[in-house]
């Protein structure tokens, strides 16, 4: 594996959720694989699960972890091409991402939309600078527009939790948020839970208010009920998550509170599980009855953020 962004970077699902398991058997039966190998793990942006979950699975690996947050420790990184550099930023990532690539055998990037420019923004242009100029394979820790670590775990969670239900019903539901958000959470999980579908392991639902439809390529054979009552009937798997609208590029529409997950919403349900990738705000996504009940198990969701992540670094040492 040369590199991890989008759902078919990982291929068959049911062999990676049969890996996961295995990793999560025997975490440190690869270490031989990593000894003497490094991971360089960047981030242009704020992380707990994905910063601390990513290290212990390179420690499992038995690889030492660098972590290098760009806008504490280091220059400060231009990223567009053919600019005037006479601003603030001291160095180019066109001469820092060979350098980093030449300090380590596998990156991982965190780098967030910035909602300046969508159509830059929906070609990657950061991490693809990554994947062109560090001569190593390279994980995506969220990019602008996907979280593909976020959501292997969460399809990992919902394997492992689903029961004996053969084919449960996963509800994606918009939830109000004071500030704007980005729709990498969203597009990965409409993107993973499509693919499961295709295989016959989930029935994937999304609703939102008008104009919270993700990007025409991750809304593609998508179920969309913009009812979230409709939406949330008999469904196994209640995933809650706010984002900005796409179409009105980075804009709040709407704090609509009755989006909030409360405990009528989730009496809708056939007893569904509650999911959410974290960091969460209480009592405006999710509220604190339903976060602190049984049923949530955003938890252990962020605990299996180490084997999405050590799939993809034992599958990456293993193509090295
Ligand atoms: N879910 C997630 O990526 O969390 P962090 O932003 O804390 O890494």
Known sequence: ??????????????????EAQQVKKTPFAWQELGRNKTIIIIFFNSSLRTRLSTQKAALNMGMNPIVLNINGDSWKLETEMGVVMDGDKTEHLREAIPVI????????????????????????????????????????????????????????????YKGSIKRPKVVLTWAPHPRALPQ???????????????QGMVDFVLTCPEGYDLAPEFM????????????????????????????QYGQI?????????????????????????????????????????????????AANRVFSAQVVIKRMLESL
């Open 184 to 198: 990498a959470v969203p597009n990965s999980f409409a993107e993973w839970m499509r693919a499961a579908e295709k």
């Open 220 to 247: 593609k054979g998508v179920k969309l009920e913009r009812d979230q009552k409709k939406a949330f009937d008999g469904a196994d798997f209640i995933y809650a998550k706010n984002w900005s609208s796409y179409e």
């Open 253 to 301: 529409l709407s704090k609509d509170m009755s989006w909030t997950v409360d405990a009528e919403h989730m009496s809708w349900t056939n007893n569904a599980k509650f999911m959410h990738c974290l960091p969460v705000r209480r009592n405006m996504i999710v509220t604190d009855e339903v976060i602190d009940s049984p049923n949530s198990i955003v938890i252990p969701e």
């Open 101 to 160: 690539g030449s300090y380590c055998d596998i990156i991982g990037v965190r780098s967030f939309a910035k909602f300046e420019d969508r159509k830059s923004e929906y070609e990657e242009s950061i991490i693809n600078q990554f994947i062109q100029y560090s001569g190593r394979p390279v994980i995506s820790l969220e990019s602008a527009t996907r979280h593909p670590c976020q959501a292997f775990a969460d399809l990992i969670t919902i394997d492992e």
């Open 1 to 18: 594996m040369k590199r991890f962004l989008t759902v078919d970077d990982i291929g068959d699902l049911k062999a990676a959720l049969a």
